[in-house]
């Protein structure tokens, strides 16, 4: 694909994508905005004689995928039917492996999708398989942590690899300075050309810079990235058993459609932290979200919170919701310090403050009092107003606030972080 049909796409993508995301952060495409970079990544690779992306759509299709996006799964296929068809008439070698391959792929096409799997027939999620990447359209690998260096200085990062198939890929990196009251982001569009999700093993790679992979000798987990002023290399390890969000890992989604879902929610953290040109050696405690389905337009707004207390308890707590309109999911999950997990469908969220960005001119909450069933109220607070991660040329996600926070639960302190979109205030 040639630089202005490149430049094209991605501004297309940009300005049709809609407000839309869900709990961990993953901001879902308009079906417009999914339909042109899907094409747009499978023509690329067509344009370099690799029909791998067309496979991959015409298992997607197969598998029936597009069960809950029919209209965004046909539209799709007959561009891509159209693409690969001219790809195949324009190449004169009938012999090669790649023609072969295509042919195969476009066979796959003509055949009926199957039937989606009945509610409560859905795998169950299996670790250490389930680290690595699915065939689903919808994926992403959300890190967040809190760190201090030597001379006790705070600092907040988070992480997100995402990956919609079939071929488009974004990466989220922000890291917020306490001290110096400043956060520094990043978010980037990236070729196919430039990552990799392997489906065998964990070994999320995009661009030369950010990387998620198992740690030395398989234990425990590795993650790079850079950052507008900023890096890090840390070393993550597991310090508590999996979360399995909801008690089997498996959560029904607004707009019928549901997603698995597992977090790691204690990891002991060390590494390097840079900013501004200066090199830190920090520690501190990090979390982790896995999370892939079918989905690709969820039109809602959310509210997530990871919230890691000194008594060991660590929660998981996220709500969906229409605007500011009353929520239409709730999912509270704890696991306590001795790894016992409870779950609820019910939260009380209290918004107590608010902050404009003067950036976008959008309200985010910046102080707030939950209510969680069997345990104490537990009031959270933004360390630093400012960590919105605004709309950025070429990013089809919308712009959100992800941010460090404190939390305080009956005279119990600990770290928190918080996401939150689409308040029309």
């Not at 919170?305 to 308890?313: E, I, K, M, T």
């Not at 109220?377 to 990013?395: M, N, T, V």
């Amino acid at each position: 694909m040639n630089a202005a049909k490149l430049v094209l796409t991605a501004l297309l993508s940009f300005a049709l994508c809609q407000p839309a995301v869900h709990a961990g952060g993953f901001p879902s495409l308009s079906g417009q905005a999914y339909l042109e970079q899907a094409a747009a990544a499978i023509e690329e690779a067509l344009d370099r004689g690799d029909p791998g992306l067309v496979e991959e759509f015409a298992a997607l299709s197969e598998s029936g995928a597009y069960a809950t996006e029919p209209l965004v799964g046909k539209a799709l296929k007959r561009r891509v039917v159209r693409l690969a068809t001219a790809r195949l008439a324009s190449t004169a070698d009938t012999a090669s492996a790649v023609k072969r391959r295509l042919a195969a792929a476009l066979t796959r096409l003509e055949k009926p999708p199957q039937a989606p799997a009945p509610a409560g027939s859905h795998a169950p999620i299996r670790l250490p398989a389930d680290e690595a990447a699915h065939m689903r359209l919808a994926e992403w690998w959300y890190i967040n942590g809190h760190l201090r260096d030597d001379e006790g200085r705070e600092y907040g990062y988070e992480l997100t690899f995402f990956h919609v198939r079939p071929g488009i890929f974004f990466v989220h990196t922000a890291i917020t300075d306490i001290a110096g009251g400043k956060f520094h982001r990043r978010r980037e569009y990236l070729s196919p050309l430039a990552c990799r999700t392997p489906t065998d093993r964990l070994d999320v790679v995009y661009g030369k810079t950010h990387a998620l992979t198992r740690g030395e000798s398989g234990r425990g987990y590795a993650i790079r990235a850079t950052t507008d002023g900023g890096a890090l290399a840390l070393s993550l390890r597991p310090l508590k058993a999996p979360m399995m969000v909801n008690g089997d890992g498996i959560i029904d989604m607004p707009e019928g459609t549901f997603s698995w879902y597992y977090s790691m929610t204690r990891l002991a953290t060390a590494g390097e932290l840079e900013l501004d040109g200066k090199k830190f050696r920090v520690a501190g405690l990090s979390w982790m979200d896995h999370q892939w389905g079918n989905f690709v337009t969820l039109r809602i707004g959310w509210d997530w919170f990871s919230v890691q207390l000194d008594d060991g308890s660590d929660f998981n707590i996220f709500s969906f919701r229409k605007g500011n309109s009353a929520p239409i999911a709730q999912y509270v999950n704890r696991l306590d310090g001795a790894a016992v997990l409870t779950t609820s469908h019910q939260v009380g969220l209290e918004r107590l403050a608010w902050w404009k960005s003067p950036e976008t001119g959008k309200d985010y909450v910046t102080r707030w009092r939950l209510a969680v069933p069997g345990h104490a109220p537990i009031d959270i607070e933004s360390r630093l107003d400012g960590q919105e991660l605004p709309r950025a040329p070429f990013d089809p996600a919308p712009g959100y606030w992800e941010g460090k926070c404190r939390p305080s639960s009956g005279g119990v302190g600990g770290v928190a972080y918080c996401e939150q979109f689409a308040y029309p205030r």
